[in-house]
């Protein structure tokens, strides 16, 4: 017998038809939005990741040597390949470029509460515009992706904020500020003791009183954002605020502001983050963490030897999203799912097989015995597949040039000719062969 490694599940056939209705909920909003879907790959270079975030990073991945020498890792985030795809064929790629994908990632951490080591997410991306539309669009996929799921504005809230802001408070005070450990340590806020907060802040910088006002200053309200203009006294902080403005003036003409809460707190650790960035929250606190996030970030694609190209993405995880789904009682129900069981008495498999094939020819989810079992153990097998409809094809049956339908919730059954079956009807169904 073999344990399960830790960190990494297992989803049988009734969850995962659940974790299916909710990817392809959100993946259908973003095509509906015309992004496109890619496929990209398990294993990239290592390298990928330590030039971008340094070489203490590989201690958090998959990261190995693979039988030709090379140092490979397991994808931990799908954002530097893509940026990786972009500046590949950037010169071929009409912009801006608006990719969506699914699939899983690989982190060595910490087992928690809606973090595994092994976690499947869907990544939306715009790449090739700096427009605020573009940094709206991301937010209404978002949120018409918690809608459809059956979520509303009382279940969830988007936290949006800026980077330029915090760096620009952060680079107005007068001594030497690590802006991008500050902007790390206010990431970490909400989730660390105050102590060990101030102590993350004063280790990139601040004395206590400069931390004092800038957490002041980060409590500012949506409708006073030009008082953070008037301290900083700088075009950076200008210009953000501004950018904030007008995002946040896109997403009322998308029809979500509704579910936008300035949060200036929010952060997003990661340091490629450069303009407007997000969280989405549990509006109830129940459940505590993150659920999914994103923003801005301009300089990435740059950074991997591409053309300047700002892009602007979000990335909701599977293992958060269900746990606000189950919270607010919308997670699709986890049972298995069959529109027709077609049950066999005797030697009659070809006229079942063609039976199952027309049905299928419809669209349906049709089963058929496979395994030689009885009268009885059929129908209880069609039972725990949820069968709505069993279509019993015997000997006897066909001796009268017919078929038997069942309806499994109310009993109710009737015969029906079985040249004529299913004949015209789309789903047909007991009550149509009825009288």
């Known amino acids: ?121 869907t990544n939306v991306d715009i790449f090739g515009t700096d427009d605020p539309a573009a940094d709206a669009e991301i ?69 206590d009183a400069q931390i004092d006002t800038f957490d002041d200053l980060l409590a500012t309200p949506a409708e006073d954002l030009e008082t953070l203009i008037e301290f900083a006294g700088t075009d950076r902080v200008e210009t953000a605020v501004g950018n904030l403005q007008d995002v946040l003036a896109a997403a009322a003409d998308f029809g979500v502001r509704e579910y936008c809460t300035v949060s200036l707190t929010t952060a997003r650790g990661l340091d490629y983050y450069t303009g407007v960035v997000f969280e989405c929250f549990d509006s109830t606190g129940q459940v505590s963490r993150s659920v999914f996030g994103g923003g801005r970030y301009d300089d990435l694609i740059e950074g991997f030897g591409g053309q300047p190209t700002p892009a602007v993405g979000f990335a909701p995880g599977y293992a958060t999203l269900s746990l606000l789904c189950q919270r607010a009682g919308v997670w699709p129900e986890e049972a298995l799912s069959t529109d027709y069981y077609v049950l066999q008495v005797g030697q009659t498999r070809a006229v079942a097989a063609r039976i199952a094939r ?61 040249d004529e079956f299913p004949g015209d009807y789309q789903r047909p169904t007991v009550e149509k062969f009825t009288g």
């Open 1 to 121: 017998m073999y344990d399960r490694i830790k960190g990494f599940r297992d989803f049988y056939a009734a969850e995962m038809g659940a974790r299916r209705q909710v990817i392809e909920t959100v993946e259908r909003v973003a095509g509906g939005y015309g992004f496109r879907e890619i496929g990209t790959p398990a294993l990239e270079s290592a390298r990928l990741y330590a030039d971008k975030s340094g070489e203490a990073i590989l201690e958090e991945l998959y990261a190995f040597e693979d039988r030709g020498g090379r140092e490979v890792a397991l994808t931990p985030e799908l954002t530097p390949t893509v940026a990786r795809m972009v500046v590949a064929r950037q010169q071929e790629l009409s912009k801006p470029i608006k990719w969506y994908s699914t699939r899983p990632f690989w982190r060595y951490e910490q087992v928690q509460q809606g973090r595994f080591r092994e976690f499947y997410q």
């Open 139 to 207: 937010l209404a996929v978002a949120a018409d992706a918690l809608t459809e799921l059956g979520l509303t504005g009382a279940d969830f809230d988007f936290r949006v904020s800026h980077r330029d802001i915090l760096g620009g408070l952060l680079g107005s005070f007068d001594t030497d500020v690590d802006t991008a450990a500050a902007i790390r340590a206010v990431d970490k806020r909400e989730k660390v003791a105050p102590e060990e907060y101030a102590a993350l802040m004063a280790d990139a910088g601040l004395t």
């Open 358 to 418: 027309e049905l299928r020819e419809r669209g349906h989810v049709v089963e058929s015995d496979v395994s030689g079992r009885s009268f009885g153990a059929q129908l209880d097998y069609a039972d725990s597949i949820n069968a709505e409809t069993v279509v019993i094809v015997g000997e006897q049956d066909l001796e009268n040039d017919e078929v038997t339908l069942k309806e499994m919730e109310s009993g109710e059954q009737v015969t029906a000719p079985v």
